[in-house]
């Protein structure tokens, strides 16, 4: 945090949604750490010089005097003829591209915001270790400051691998972050017994596409405040195990796992350590950072990666990426347990739907939630109830005659959080279907948890060819997961943050699991979710269920889709917007003429009105005055046109970005002490 404002640093590609050279760092800021906007990007590469084809990770820290300093690794391209001249032979990795370590400093260091940022173009750190045979060398990450522990010394991990031995961490000092002859080599933080490269490795790192500042000290006995979930218990933590050590092995396909052990002196004991566990039990996250805010509370994020099917190839989306949303990270014993940051409970609003004491089983094996119709983002959590304006229902037996327990009052929301506790009865597995809104159901999923195994997965296309219902025996069913540290006899508890395409899953035992569903959206006027919470082969026992509906995270939706694609152009956003709204009160008024003719029943929002009538948008240009605005109108009917944030499965409840990481190398670790 800076100045009372989280700041959030991404991988970004302007132009695209498949991974490319000529990565920038997006930016975003909020005070309350639910609440975003983009702001123009923190930095782009420049031509001719150590970045000229991307700014790759790193991270961010505050400098002994009090600036905020960014560390990144630039590249470039050996086939890029103006790229400055390769490295001596001795420290060259014969990589298709060349890594410098990098820094950029706030062109006004009092903008709280922190909007403009002034690159350094000679390297802290020019070239890596002669001689090592390294993979890489790149993305670096601050994990101790000065003090008198450590010399006064700042310690900076970069992440690489050792050709024929497995990954590695290399460490290095300095007592100044931007004197460059202040820096030295100073071994390695650990080395891992992987095979001849980086990408099959046992210690191999990842910084991380949200540049944040690590978290590096902090300590928890128990779960935080106000983030009590059924199963985490606040009990006492193993001094064996106060260090998270944290890293994504190079492709992006392969999971995130982490150790906790104990780090001293530029080193981390990985011999003696818990692990290699899985930081997420689903299939996209990648990359994820850590931070501690003002408040002493250690914050990551991830990046949630796409897993669009064959249907959605290149060209048919305009979005690639988004962010996790917050999570706390805290100890309990021997384990890491991680839980949603309790702000996103302020995005609660509206109706609310509730019920408590439903029995699962019989001939009616699940539960409809009805009404939840245009729900885009929900917010699923098997767990408590919570105040508000909400319809009720309490001891209710599904099964025969009964059918289904219908939910009215949500129909029309977006967001939605709904919340719930199973108890154990005969069933095997209780869950949660999620069917799919495509023709031949592709994309719905089903998640699940077997009581027997302690699995918690989320299965995909379940779907009887013959019947086209639900079916765990279903021929094209894929599978992801993990176990839980579910005790017997003891409540699951779960919480689904369903937002759009965007599925993270809280456990009450602490893990996370997170995947993508692109289930589509339902028909307009439709008056079924498409969600119900289903008990297998028996009965089991819906103690409590709630859903809310869900704000939007974005404190300008539009106003990131004109985001300047170069620092200059700052100025021109609050323009921009300017005449956003402008072409916002021409087209209300136009709505209103056409209400009182009686051409049109309902109003449209801006953006459906621009895809679904580009007309209307042209005759708006003519009435604005200056060719600026002209040009931006068309710009608006161009991203209009597009289909932007239009197809049913962008996210409206995490911060989003067309982004994929680089190979990326470098490791969290931090201490919980």
């Known amino acids: 945090m800076y100045k009372g404002q989280y700041h959030l640093f991404y991988q970004h590609l302007p132009e695209g949604c498949e991974w490319a050279f000529g990565?920038?760092?997006?930016?975003?800021?909020?005070?309350?750490?639910?609440?975003?906007?983009?702001?123009?990007?923190?930095?782009?590469?420049?031509?001719?010089?150590?970045?000229?084809?991307?700014?790759?990770?790193?991270?961010?820290?505050?400098?002994?005097?009090?600036?905020?300093?960014?560390?990144?690794?630039?590249?470039?391209?050996?086939?890029?003829?103006?790229?400055?001249?390769?490295?001596?032979?001795?420290?060259?990795?014969?990589?298709?591209?060349?890594?410098?370590?990098?820094?950029?400093?706030?062109?006004?260091?009092?903008?709280?915001?922190?909007?403009?940022?002034?690159?350094?173009?000679?390297?802290?750190?020019?070239?890596?270790?002669?001689?090592?045979?390294?993979?890489?060398?790149?993305?670096?990450?601050?994990?101790?400051?000065?003090?008198?522990?450590?010399?006064?010394?700042?310690?900076?991990?970069?992440?690489?691998?050792?050709?024929?031995?497995?990954?590695?961490?290399?460490?290095?000092?300095?007592?100044?972050?931007?004197?460059?002859?202040?820096?030295?080599?100073?071994?390695?933080?650990?080395?891992?017994?992987?095979?001849?490269?980086?990408?099959?490795?046992?210690?191999?790192?990842?910084?991380?596409?949200?540049?944040?500042?690590?978290?590096?000290?902090?300590?928890?006995?128990?779960?935080?405040?106000?983030?009590?979930?059924?199963?985490?218990?606040?009990?006492?933590?193993?001094?064996?195990?106060?260090?998270?050590?944290?890293?994504?092995?190079?492709?992006?396909?392969?999971?995130?796992?982490?150790?906790?052990?104990?780090?001293?002196?530029?080193?981390?004991?990985?011999?003696?350590?818990?692990?290699?566990?899985?930081?997420?039990?689903?299939?996209?996250?990648?990359?994820?950072?850590?931070?501690?805010?003002?408040?002493?509370?250690?914050?990551?994020?991830?990046?949630?990666?796409?897993?669009?099917?064959?249907?959605?190839?290149?060209?048919?989306?305009?979005?690639?990426?988004?962010?996790?949303?917050?999570?706390?990270?805290?100890?309990?014993?021997?384990?890491?347990?991680?839980?949603?940051?309790?702000?996103?409970?302020?995005?609660?609003?509206?109706?609310?739907?509730?019920?408590?004491?439903?029995?699962?089983?019989?001939?009616?094996?699940?539960?409809?939630?009805?009404?939840?119709?245009?729900?885009r983002c929900l917010d699923i959590e098997l767990l408590s109830l919570r105040q508000g304006e909400a319809w009720q229902a309490s001891h209710v037996q599904l099964g025969g005659p009964q059918a289904s327990l219908p939910v009215p009052g949500l129909v029309g929301s977006r967001c939605l959080d709904i919340e719930a506790v199973f108890s154990q009865g005969s069933a095997s597995t209780v869950g949660v279907l999620l069917r799919s809104w495509h023709q031949g159901g592709e994309g719905g999923a089903a998640v699940l948890f077997n009581w027997e195994s302690g699995l918690l997965e989320v299965v995909f296309e379940a779907l009887d060819p013959a019947t086209m219902s639900f079916s765990l025996t279903a021929p094209m069913a894929r599978r992801i997961g993990g176990p839980l540290q579910q005790k017997p006899g003891q409540p699951l508890a779960l919480r689904l943050l369903l937002d759009a395409s965007c599925l993270e899953i809280f456990t009450g035992t602490g893990e996370v699991l997170s995947t993508r569903i692109y289930r589509g959206s339902p028909p307009h006027g439709h008056a079924d979710a498409g969600i119900e919470f289903v008990a297998l082969d028996g009965d089991a026992r819906l103690d409590r269920v709630a859903a809310y509906e869900m704000a939007s995270c974005i404190a300008a939706p539009h106003k990131r889709q004109w985001q300047p694609q170069q620092q200059q152009a700052a100025a021109a956003a609050g323009e921009v917007q300017d005449l956003f709204d402008e072409l916002a009160a021409l087209h209300q008024q136009d709505e209103q003429q056409q209400q009182q003719q009686q051409q049109q029943n309902a109003s449209l929002s801006l953006s459906s009105s621009l895809k679904a009538q580009p007309s209307l948008l042209l005759q708006q240009q003519q009435q604005l005055a200056s060719p600026r605005a002209a040009e931006i109108a068309g710009k608006l009917q161009q991203l209009a046109l597009a289909g932007v944030g239009l197809d049913g499965e962008q996210q409206l409840l995490h911060v989003e970005h067309v982004a994929v990481p680089e190979e990326e190398l470098c490791a969290d670790i931090f201490d919980f002490e």
């Open 23 to 375: 990565l920038v760092w997006g930016h975003a800021v909020s005070r309350d750490l639910i609440h975003w906007e983009h702001l123009p990007h923190a930095m782009v590469p420049t031509a001719k010089s150590l970045d000229a084809d991307g700014c790759f990770s790193g991270c961010a820290t505050i400098d002994t005097d009090g600036t905020p300093i960014l560390l990144y690794t630039g590249v470039r391209l050996r086939t890029n003829p103006d790229a400055q001249p390769p490295p001596p032979p001795e420290c060259d990795l014969n990589l298709p591209f060349i890594e410098s370590q990098l820094y950029a400093t706030p062109a006004d260091p009092d903008d709280p915001l922190l909007v403009s940022w002034v690159k350094e173009a000679a390297p802290f750190i020019g070239v890596p270790p002669p001689n090592m045979n390294l993979t890489g060398w790149r993305d670096p990450f601050v994990v101790e400051r000065p003090c008198g522990a450590n010399d006064h010394e700042w310690v900076v991990l970069m992440g690489s691998g050792i050709k024929e031995v497995g990954g590695a961490t290399i460490v290095y000092r300095t007592r100044t972050l931007r004197d460059a002859a202040s820096w030295r080599y100073d071994g390695l933080l650990c080395v891992g017994d992987g095979d001849s490269d980086c990408t099959s490795s046992s210690i191999n790192g990842s910084s991380s596409s949200s540049e944040l500042p690590y978290a590096l000290v902090n300590a928890w006995g128990g779960p935080p405040p106000g983030c009590s979930m059924a199963g985490v218990a606040a009990g006492s933590w193993d001094e064996r195990y106060s260090h998270f050590y944290s890293i994504s092995p190079d492709a992006c396909t392969n999971p995130t796992i982490y150790w906790l052990g104990r780090y001293s002196n530029g080193r981390f004991d990985l011999e003696n350590a818990k692990g290699p566990l899985r930081l997420d039990l689903g299939d996209t996250l990648y990359a994820p950072n850590v931070m501690r805010d003002d408040a002493g509370r250690v914050i990551l994020w991830g990046w949630l990666q796409e897993r669009r099917t064959e249907r959605r190839t290149v060209g048919t989306y305009d979005y690639a990426g988004c962010m996790t949303v917050p999570r706390l990270l805290h100890l309990d014993g021997d384990r890491l347990v991680q839980l949603p940051a309790p702000e996103l409970l302020s995005l609660r609003q509206g109706e609310a739907w509730q019920a408590s004491h439903v029995q699962l089983g019989g001939p009616q094996a699940s539960l409809p939630v009805p009404g939840l119709v245009g729900s």
